[in-house]
């Protein structure tokens, strides 16, 4: 059996996913702590014109995911 057989069920991206909670959960209490806070996430944007970035939009916030 080829060791590349999740391949055929998820992509790399949702792999990384499920292999990243595995590890979390795996993990002794304070240590598995840290290791969600790697995960938090925020996304924004920047308009940039002439050279200059504009204001940045916070689209979703860490806080909002809780």
């Not at 057989?5 to 992509?11: K, N, P, S």
């Not at 790399?12 to 969600?36: D, G, H, M, P, W």
């Not at 002439?50 to 940045?56: D, P, S, V």
């Amino acid at each position: 059996m080829s060791s590349a057989v999740w391949r055929q069920h998820f992509t790399f991206n949702k792999y990384s996913q499920i292999t990243a909670r595995a590890v979390r959960q795996s993990l002794k209490e304070s240590e598995r702590v840290k290791a969600e806070k790697h995960g938090v996430t925020a996304l924004r944007y920047q308009n940039w014109e002439n050279g200059k970035g504009g204001e940045q939009v916070l689209l979703n916030s860490p806080e909002a995911g809780k």
